[in-house]
Nanobody, 121 residues
Framework: QVQLVESGGGLVQSGGSLKLSCVASRAGFIIDTMGWYRQAPGKQRELVATITSADRTNVADSVVGRFFVSGDFAKNSVYLVMNSLKADDTATYFC???????????????WGPGTQVTVSS
């Protein structure tokens, strides 16, 4: 199993910044991709940004230029710097990982428990 733990959420005023961190425990696994999704009340979970071990990123249009994802795969960690936060960014942010067992090719998807980000207008 890959276990993910997020930190860094909280309450921030509109226009402010936050940095989320996620660290994975991955004994017996190789991580291919790490990243972030978010889910606001009454809405579906949506992609925020991901990064692969090859340093390829995928960033949602709604946060391009405001949010920046980075990864340190040697430390099994991914980060999300969020700038110019808006009320619409209020959501639970989930860390996610695609990983495969050593010697296997199938990628498995893992999720953290989530961290709340609330932006006050």
């Amino acid at each position: 199993q890959v276990q993910l733990v997020e930190s860094g959420g909280g309450l921030v005023q509109s226009g402010g910044s936050l940095k989320l961190s996620c660290v994975a425990s991955r004994a017996g696994f190789i991580i291919d991709t790490m990243g972030w999704y978010r889910q606001a009340p009454g809405k579906q979970r949506e992609l925020v940004a991901t990064i692969t071990s090859a340093d390829r990123t995928n960033v949602a249009d709604s946060v391009v230029g405001r949010f920046f994802v980075s990864g340190d795969f040697a430390k099994n960690s991914v980060y999300l710097v969020m700038n110019s936060l808006k009320a619409d960014d209020t959501a639970t942010y989930f860390c996610t990982s695609l990983a495969r067992r050593l010697g296997r090719s199938q990628l498995l998807n893992y999720w953290g428990p989530g961290t709340q980000v609330t932006v006050s207008s």
